[in-house]
């Protein structure tokens, strides 16, 4: 049992390059989360989805793209990057909304 | 409306001490509020959750005090160690009432321990 995987753990890119995140869960888990963690800002929540086929946008969703084809898989795309986006990309699970996030290692991404 | 706000940024504690960590909310539709511990390197990681319904709840040395007319919630940790060193975050959610059932998270608190 693998819980939450995360590939790659960490990406530099150049300016206007894409990248694909790519999220795993083999708990069955219904609600998957991406989420980005900068210096004194938290976690904000990019984009979540609340099953198979559905996608929604959270706080941060501008530059990023996610699709979720399978339930245990949760992709975060970034067609053109930008430094701003340099960040830590955490992705998450859960089985219900209150019911705990289950949290990935994380994926670093630099982009320069 | 959509934020918690956490204080203190950071925390030195001396090992054996009390470690107590503040959060405070303006949404009154939230009624989940969790907090995560993350070390270095690694996700974040659910410590202990508490609903509205108590104003206590402990699980083991963590204990989270719950104030629904100040709409504030803390983190105590007692008998502090220096493994608790890792950062905290406070979280909330609601069902209804815009957060649409995702988390909103405080900023973090680092935690020290010193042996």
């Known amino acids: 049992n693998a819980g939450v995987t995360q590939t790659p753990k960490f990406r530099v890119l150049k300016t206007g390059q894409s990248m694909t995140l790519l999220c795993a869960q083999d708990?069955?888990?219904?609600?998957m989360y991406w989420y980005r963690q900068d210096p004194g800002m938290g976690l904000r929540l990019i984009h979540y989805s609340v099953g198979e086929g559905t996608t929604a946008k959270g706080e941060v969703p501008d530059g990023y793209n996610v699709s979720r084809l399978k339930k245990q898989n949760f992709l975060l795309g970034l067609e053109s990057a930008a430094p701003s986006q340099t960040s830590v990309y955490f992705c998450a699970s859960s089985y219900l909304w209150d019911e705990t996030q289950y949290f990935g290692p994380g994926t670093r991404l630099l982009v320069l | 409306q959509q934020q918690v706000k956490q204080s203190p940024q950071s925390l030195i504690v001396q090992k054996g001490g009390i470690s107590i960590i503040n959060c405070a909310y303006e949404?009154?539709?939230?009624?989940?509020f969790p907090w995560y511990q993350q070390f270095p390197g690694k996700g974040p990681a659910l410590l202990i959750a508490i609903r509205p319904d108590v104003s206590e709840k402990k699980e083991g040395r963590f204990t989270i005090s719950f104030n629904k007319s100040a709409k504030q919630f803390s983190l105590h940790i007692m008998d502090s160690q220096p493994g608790d060193s890792a950062t905290y975050f406070c979280a909330a959610s609601a069902k209804y009432g815009g957060s649409q059932g995702n988390l909103i998270f405080g900023k973090g608190t680092k935690l020290s321990v010193k042996p």
């Open positions: 708990m069955n888990h219904e609600y």
């Open positions: 949404n009154t539709a939230f009624d989940y």
